[in-house]
Nanobody
Framework: QVQLVESGGALVQPGGSLRLSCAASGFTLDNYDIGWFRQAPGKEREGVSCIGRSDGSTYYADSVKGRFTISRDNAKNTVYLQMNSLKPEDTAVYYC??????????????????WGQGTQVIVSS
């Protein structure tokens, strides 16, 4: 019954911005940590950002630090990923997921489950 649905992906010019949404159904998001991952064609799924369920702690991959911001709106049962100053190397399918362990690494997709279907982000001129 746990469902996550990503949305907001689009084709955008380099330097542009997008806001991705991760909407939850079947559970209340404020009870879960959430991670954002991305996967480019032919590449391993990589961690982008995570947000804690209670204290609001956040984690960012070095490649996106200073450009991306993760946040949650518990009233809307949604987690967001605001992406600014987008680069062509940000092109990927973006996924959200929940960690399956109490202690996990935001960099390890194998530590997560309840994956959404993904949303495509293309950064190109």
């Amino acid at each position: 019954q746990v469902q996550l649905v990503e949305s907001g992906g689009a084709l955008v010019q380099p330097g542009g911005s997008l806001r991705l949404s991760c909407a939850a159904s079947g559970f209340t998001l404020d009870n879960y940590d959430i991670g954002w991952f991305r996967q480019a064609p032919g590449k391993e799924r990589e961690g982008v950002s995570c947000i804690g369920r209670s204290d609001g702690s956040t984690y960012y991959a070095d490649s996106v630090k200073g450009r991306f911001t993760i946040s949650r709106d518990n009233a809307k049962n949604t987690v967001y990923l605001q992406m600014n100053s987008l680069k062509p190397e940000d092109t990927a399918v973006y996924y959200c997921a929940t960690p399956r362990r109490s202690f996990y690494s935001c960099n390890l997709w194998t530590d997560f489950d309840s994956w959404g279907q993904g949303t495509q982000v293309i950064v190109s001129s």
